[in-house]
């Protein structure tokens, strides 16, 4: 079965790091553009940030860059979200997502109807 699976989530204190990981099971994860995804408490999805299928562009939102890094490891088939000096308010359920075209997993809204993966989220809670 083709599918994305996050993992790596977790309790942090604020200003620690965590890294998340997209792992693709059943599919060439080196054929897609990855976007990492969050849904904190009570709100919309929003757009972390993103890397083009080449590798050759990365994207992020304005206001995680700086903190925030998206890698890949084509080897083992997985996306990395490095996520250093967190805040409270990173608090969330988080996402990867995998498209062949990079604008919809560049988005900064719910793309979950408009690619073919979607991951099923881990939790990142970010607490003293």
């Known amino acids: 079965q083709e599918q994305l699976v996050e993992s790596g989530g977790g309790l942090v204190q604020p200003g620690g790091s965590l890294r998340l990981s997209c792992e693709a099971i059943?599919?060439?994860?080196?054929?897609?553009?990855i976007g990492w995804f969050r849904q904190a408490p009570g709100k919309e999805y929003e757009g972390v940030g993103c890397i083009s299928r080449n590798d050759i562009s990365t994207y992020y939102k304005e206001s995680l860059k700086g903190r925030f890094t998206i890698s890949r490891d084509s080897a083992k088939n997985t996306v990395y979200l490095q996520m250093n000096n967190l805040k409270p308010e990173d608090t969330g359920n988080y996402y990867c997502a995998a498209d062949r075209s990079i604008g919809f997993v560049c988005a900064d809204y719910d793309v979950r109807s408009e690619v073919p993966y979607w991951g099923i989220g881990t939790l990142v809670t970010v607490s003293s």
């Open positions: 059943g599919f060439n994860l080196e054929d897609y553009s």
